[in-house]
């Protein structure tokens, strides 16, 4: 998919509408057209990338640097009590647009959101071995 083709790049140059809540020189979040709840936004930079790990520092933290301010905003607007803060990466993980984003999703008590959270066990040797793996992989 060219960028061209990018929904969100068309939201970012307005030849698609869209409900902006914030828009700064490097990012912008506007309303889902499809929420889970009253108040779902997307925070996404202007630029396109397509996924999370494709983002230089710079942009990922002045993207995610607008997330306190999103958050506090949303939650006093919608009155809800929290919110998660969503961000799929890959197909496997529900990534359905390939234009990196970040969800902002009110949650009220009993509002019947929320996903399974299937725990495992975790043994120290494995733990040790996965983090001396992770730990070498992020040295480079
Ligand atoms: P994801 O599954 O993480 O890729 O999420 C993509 C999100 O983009 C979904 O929640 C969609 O409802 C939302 N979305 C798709 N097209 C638009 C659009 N034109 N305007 C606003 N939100 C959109
Ligand atoms: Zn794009």
């Not at 607008?66 to 506090?72: E, F, H, I």
Request: proline share 5%; glycine share 10%; charged share 20%.
């Amino acid at each position: 998919m060219s960028v061209g083709d990018c929904i969100f790049c068309k939201i970012v140059s307005g030849s698609i509408p869209s409900h902006r809540v914030l828009e700064t020189d490097s990012c912008l979040a506007f309303l889902d057209a499809a929420p889970l709840a009253p108040g779902h936004c997307l925070l996404i930079p202007k630029q396109h990338y397509t996924t999370l790990e494709e983002l230089p520092e710079d942009v990922a933290a002045a993207v995610l640097g607008q997330l306190p301010a999103l958050g506090r905003a949303v939650r006093a607007v919608t009155g809800a009590a929290g919110y998660n803060v969503l961000q799929n990466t890959g197909r496997v993980a529900g990534q359905e647009v390939m234009h990196v984003h970040v969800h902002v999703i009110p949650r009220v008590a009993g509002d019947g959101l929320g996903y399974r959270w299937h725990t495992k066990s975790l043994e120290d040797a494995a733990a040790e071995a996965l983090r001396n793996r992770i730990a070498a992989a992020l040295r480079g």
